[in-house]
Nanobody
Framework: QVQLVESGGGLVQPGGSLRLSCAAS????????MGWYRQAPGKERELVAT???????NYADSVKGRFTISRDNAKNTVYLQMNSLKPEDTAVYYC??????????????WGQGTQVTVSS
C-alpha cells in the first residue's frame, strides 16, 4: 500500500523558517501531483501549495513569496520550505499525493500531519 510520512514540523518564532518533508513509500511508479495542505484549529483544511510531476507550481495567495514547494521524483518526496513564518501559519500541515501508476494503487493519499506552531 501507499504511506506518506511527514517530518520537519515544530515550534518557530515569527520570521523564522522551517522545512517540511514528505516521503511516499510503497510500490509506486508515478505520482502526478504532490502537495501540502494545512488546517488550523476551528478552520477547514486549505491548500498551501502543489507541484506536478512536470514541475508546475500552485500556491495559496497567503504563502506566495514566502513558501517554496519542490519535489524529488526519484525519491517520491515533496518538500515545503517555509520562510518568514507568521503566527497565522500555525496549523497542522498535511502532505498529499495522487498516485497514477500502478493502477491498483491509483488514488489520492494523505499523510498523518505535522504540527507547525509559530509563536514568540
Amino acid at each position: 500500500q501507499v504511506q506518506l510520512v511527514e517530518s520537519g514540523g515544530g515550534l518557530v518564532q515569527p520570521g523564522g523558517s522551517l522545512r517540511l518533508s514528505c516521503a511516499a513509500s510503497g510500490k509506486i511508479f508515478s505520482i502526478s501531483v504532490m502537495g501540502w495542505y494545512r488546517q488550523a484549529p476551528g478552520k477547514e483544511r486549505e491548500l498551501v501549495a502543489t507541484i506536478t510531476s512536470a514541475g508546475s507550481l500552485n500556491y495559496a495567495d497567503s504563502v506566495k513569496g514566502r513558501f517554496t514547494i519542490s519535489r524529488d521524483n526519484a525519491k517520491n518526496t515533496v518538500y515545503l520550505q517555509m520562510n518568514s513564518l507568521k503566527p497565522e501559519d500555525t496549523a497542522v500541515y498535511y502532505c498529499s499525493a495522487t498516485v497514477v501508476v500502478p493502477i491498483p494503487l491509483r488514488g489520492n493519499y494523505w499523510g498523518q500531519g505535522t504540527q507547525v506552531t509559530v509563536s514568540s
